[in-house]
């Protein structure tokens, strides 16, 4: 039965049933057809046995008469010598002719097996038929003579017909043994095979349903496990072919797919609450960030109107240095938020290169002459190095290179004292290579590896040794992107930072704006 | 200022900016103000000098504001200290935190001052 379940499609199964029931059936009507022909042929054989049986008597009777009257005739020709009457010799030989009648009759009755009999009774029969003619259309002459006493064709004829009814009789009940023994065959044939028709069904019957019903349980429990939420099972296909095999597949593969929705689901509820997340963080930091300056904002103003009214405490020079203090404080505030401003723009994708054509190496000039007040605060000293021929007019987005150029140059001015700021700019193919390089404090592995991370500065004191918002290179980094290439950065701790930077020179051509 | 049996304030701050401001304010409402810069140095002032109020700013280099406050409570000899929290972090969990760690009270930059003079009279008389 495991089989029959595993190889057979529903239908299949259905078609092989049908076909064994069919078959059955057949061969029960095919002997039972058997059957009745042997019947039939039994009647036959014993109708001709019977009439054969008869005729034989008959030629008996009519030879046995014929040769009486014969023997009286002759009897009488010799006493009286009165000749025969025409009516009586026609007679006669009418009789003469139905006796010769009934035995061409006798040959006519099928004889398998009782020819070579006939023959013989033919041919002593004919020569008894030949005499007794002889016989009778001789009879008023005086010179015919007849041997009638001699009677050898006459017992060789009625011996020949009693051989012939022996073999008749006997053939006869050799046929009709052969004939009950088909008839008890058929019979018993017919039997078997409406016993065994019936048994076959019946298991028939029993397998496909059992066959049937196991396949739709399995189908049933897989079904249930996927209904309570079990989507990693997975249904045996291979115990079922054909429909259910099929359906099993269909229920495996509908369990897929909901197991990718679900997936995709929680995915993007996980994406949803890392975002959230993300968002609550950057609100803390954002909070963090204004409170420090605001802190020292009002404090110094809360401080100096505390002092105006009280003029022993007034010192013009110290009042001078304050509100530069509280300036300072208000402008790192104002930085502060348009870099937030600016990141928050980048991260809602809202942030897009607008692009023109430029001169890169004439804004780069512009923002390290702009920024060298910073260089000389510090003591160190600007190397520029910028391949003015090579580089020609590039198709970006002004305003992010020079942001970019700023911050990176002011990072390296901030972080760098009695040392060298290397700016080198060239084009590579179709690149503007630019690389900010000093000679500064450096950083860690720990720290190159978060210090393109928003809020992230190298060290916590950096934020109030040196200033700034810890949001600068993040932004550098995400307009480097959005210009279509990327910043790297190789540093090392005490000996200063090398931040590269790879831009396409026609962003449109080879990149779409992110 | 060599009066070493008066009250003093140990104000730890890492921002110069800030810090030169409530020294300043401080001393002008008549406290004795001592400062450290970081975690370490904090831990070190309140161990020799044993100051009557330390303001603790959170966001602190070397030794952050946390584990300084968390290594006072866990010092024998100063974990009796008045610690009040400074900081920027304003989050109703970030109060929270540093009352847990051992902080006595707790104020959010920017400083509301007389709040803040209101605080340091609970533990400092003058």
């Known amino acids: 039965m495991k089989t029959l ?15 064994a029931i069919i078959t059955l059936f057949a061969v029960n009507v095919a002997t039972h057809v058997w059957g009745s022909f042997a019947r039939s042929e039994s009647l036959v054989a014993y109708r001709d046995a019977v009439t054969a049986s008869q005729l034989i008597t008959d030629l008996e009777q009519s030879l046995e008469a014929n040769r009486q009257q014969i023997l009286v005739l002759a009897t009488l020709r010799e006493t009286t010598e009165q000749p025969l009457g025409d009516q009586e010799r026609l007679s006669a030989l009418e009789e003469i002719d139905a006796i010769s009648q009934r035995l061409r009759r006798l040959g006519g009755l099928d004889g398998g097996g009782t020819d070579d009999y006939y023959r013989r009774l033919h ?15 001789n009879y008023n002459r005086a010179s015919a003579r007849f041997d ?6 006459y017992n060789n004829s009625r011996q020949r017909l009693q051989e012939l009814d022996k073999r008749q009789e006997y053939l006869a009940v050799q046929r009709s043994e052969a004939i009950d023994r088909t008839i008890n065959l058929t019979d018993r044939i017919t039997v078997i095979g409406f016993v065994t028709t019936i048994a076959v069904t019946m298991l028939l019957v029993i397998a496909l349903i059992r066959s049937t019903n196991a396949s739709l349980q399995r189908l049933k429990i897989g079904v249930q496990r996927f209904g309570s939420g079990d989507l990693t099972h997975r249904m045996d296909t291979r115990r079922d072919a054909g429909e259910i095999g099929e359906l099993a597949k269909t229920f495996n593969d509908m369990s897929s797919k909901l197991q990718m929705a679900i997936d995709d689901v929680r995915a993007a509820k996980a994406d949803a609450d890392a975002a959230n997340a993300a968002k609550s963080m950057f609100l803390a930091n954002v909070s963090h960030e204004l409170r420090t ?9 809360e401080m100096l109107q505390d002092e105006i009214g009280d003029p022993q405490a007034v ?25 937030i401003l600016d990141l928050s723009k980048i991260e809602t994708g809202k942030m897009h290169a607008s692009n023109e054509w430029f001169n890169p190496a004439e804004l780069i000039f512009q923002v390290c002459d702009s920024l ?8 160190n000293t600007l190397k520029l190095c910028v391949d003015i021929d090579g580089m020609g007019d590039i198709h970006s987005d002004r305003s992010k290179l020079q942001q970019i150029v700023t911050n990176l140059f002011s990072n390296a001015c901030k972080f760098t004292e009695k040392g060298d700021i290397r700016v080198t700019a060239s084009k590579q193919g179709d690149y503007l290579h630019l690389i900010v ?27 109030t040794e040196y200033g700034g918002t810890g949001l600068g290179l993040a932004i550098v980094k995400d307009f480097c992107q959005i210009l279509g290439g990327d910043i790297t950065l190789t540093s090392t701790l005490g000996a200063g930072s090398s931040f590269e930077v790879m831009i396409p020179v026609d962003q449109e051509s080879d990149h779409a704006s992110a | 200022m060599n009066d070493t049996n008066a009250t003093k304030i140990l104000l730890v701050e890492d921002n110069e900016i800030n810090r030169d401001m409530l020294v300043r304010r401080l001393t002008r409402a008549g406290h004795t103000v001592i400062c450290a810069a970081d975690g370490e140095q904090a831990l070190e002032i309140m161990r020799n000098e044993q100051p009557t109020l330390v303001l603790l700013d959170m966001n602190l280099p070397i030794k952050d504001g946390w584990t300084t406050c968390r290594e006072a409570r866990a010092d024998s000899l100063i974990r ?8 920027a972090h304003a989050m109703e969990n970030d109060r929270q935190t540093a009352l847990n760690i051992g902080c006595n009270d707790y104020a959010t930059k920017p400083i509301d001052f007389p709040e803040l003079l209101g605080k340091i009279a609970k533990f400092v008389s003058l």
Do not use: C
């Open chain 1, 5 to 19: 379940r595993g190889k057979f499609s529903l239908r299949a199964r259905l078609y092989l049933f049908s076909a």
């Open chain 1, 123 to 137: 041919k002593s029969a004919t020569q008894l038929i030949d005499e007794w003619q002889f016989f009778y259309n």
């Open chain 1, 148 to 153: 009638v006493e001699s009677s050898v064709s």
């Open chain 1, 293 to 301: 300056p605001l802190n020292a904002i009002i404090g110094y103003s």
């Open chain 1, 315 to 339: 010192d013009r020079d110290q009042f001078s240095h304050d509100l530069g203090t509280i300036i300072f404080s208000g402008r790192q505030l104002l930085s502060l938020i348009n870099d």
């Open chain 1, 372 to 379: 060298s007040p910073l260089v000389s605060q510090k003591n």
């Open chain 1, 437 to 463: 390089a000093d000679t500064g404090i450096g950083m860690t592995t720990d720290q190159q590896a978060r210090v393109f991370d928003a809020f992230v500065q190298a060290e916590v004191t950096t934020g």
């Open chain 2, 80 to 87: 009796h200290q008045p610690i009040i929290a400074l900081t």
